[in-house]
């Protein structure tokens, strides 16, 4: 049974096909109403969640999209292994906000649609974009995509993404400046950890190694890094952590927090983002802190 037969009665609508999601968008279901969009990879948590709750305070429909991209995996093994429990994401999704769900295949995504080019200036080629090739251009391909067939008036996006949410903003401003992005912050563990999906390939000894990150980057105060070289302190943050079991940096990187430019000394009145990536054994994990100097 296809889940959009089964979910329909439960209250939820679900949509499967592309062609169904864009004659659905033009009904009366949707005349004259606003409409907030949460789109993700599934494998949900509370911090899809949040933004599922926000979406639904701020809109009349809130509209989730579950979509596992291929084209912004840059290793194929993180896509092999990328976590998946539709059944379970449902029901979540039934119980927090969500009056539609679509989930549709990558063949129909991508079908008669190549991908969409946009110049970002620049911002998807330091951080993530440095080390995942291609990463972001899979990112914008799809959003614009989805944007496209779910037409939002207003789309949630998690800091915990920093950089993709700083991209989003820009290719919306460029290509789409109806849609405004809200900016949701990152939903974590007790212990600090920034929740996502790929937690759940960490061994509980991981994940008490992984809630190390945030401890140490919240650790630094403004008062005692102001007027200070980034390079001093990301070295040291780097060095700390890389000397927790399972973990290994990729990066850690102070920029300015809309443009991602790099901060080569952290002066007062600047508002930057650290951002940190990490392996934690073979899964990698990333997360920043908005710092306003
Ligand atoms: P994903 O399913 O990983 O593509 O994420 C879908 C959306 O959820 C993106 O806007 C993410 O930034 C957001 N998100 C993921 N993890 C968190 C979190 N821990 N807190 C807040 N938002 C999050």
Redesign the pocket.
């Known amino acids: 049974m296809r889940y959009s037969e089964f979910y329909y009665i439960c209250g939820m609508k679900t949509l499967e096909k592309v062609s169904e999601m864009i004659s659905f968008r033009s009904s009366d279901f949707f005349l004259n109403k606003k409409v907030g969009f949460?789109?993700?990879?599934?494998?949900?948590?509370?911090?899809?969640l949040?933004?599922v709750k926000e979406a639904k305070r701020n809109s009349d429909i809130c509209v989730v999209s579950?979509f596992v991209?291929p084209r912004q995996f840059n290793n194929p093994s993180d896509f092999k292994l990328y976590p998946k429990h539709p059944d379970r994401d449902i029901e979540l999704l039934k119980t927090n906000g969500c009056d539609v769900l679509f989930l549709p295949e990558s063949d129909d995504i991508y079908s008669n649609y190549d991908g969409y080019d946009v110049d970002l200036e620049g911002i998807d080629n330091v951080l993530e974009g440095k080390y995942r090739p291609g990463h972001f251009k899979g990112v914008i391909d799809v959003v614009y995509r989805l944007f496209d067939i779910v037409r939002p008036h207003k789309s949630?996006?998690?800091?915990?993404?920093?950089q993709?949410?700083v991209i989003?903003k820009k290719m919306t401003d460029i290509a789409m400046p109806d849609i405004e992005i809200v900016e949701?912050?990152?939903?974590?563990e007790k212990s600090g950890l920034?929740?996502?999906?790929?937690n759940q390939r960490l061994t509980e000894e991981q994940k008490e190694s992984a809630s190390q990150i945030y401890k140490i980057i919240n650790e630094y105060e403004l008062h005692q890094i102001v007027n200070k070289e980034t390079d001093e302190i990301a070295n040291q943050i780097k060095s700390r952590i890389d000397k927790i079991e399972d973990l290994k940096t990729e990066y850690v990187a102070f920029c300015e927090q809309n443009t991602l430019k790099p901060v080569i000394i952290l002066r007062k009145n600047m508002s930057v983002v650290l951002c940190v990536a990490v392996f934690c054994g073979q899964v990698r994990l990333i997360d920043n802190k908005i710092l306003h100097f």
Request: hydrophobic share 40%; aromatic share 8%.
């Open positions: 949460v789109p993700t990879m599934g494998a949900l948590h509370q911090g899809h949040a933004l579950i991209n949630f996006f998690g800091q915990k993404d920093y993709q949410l989003i949701c912050p990152t939903v974590r920034a929740m996502s999906s790929r």
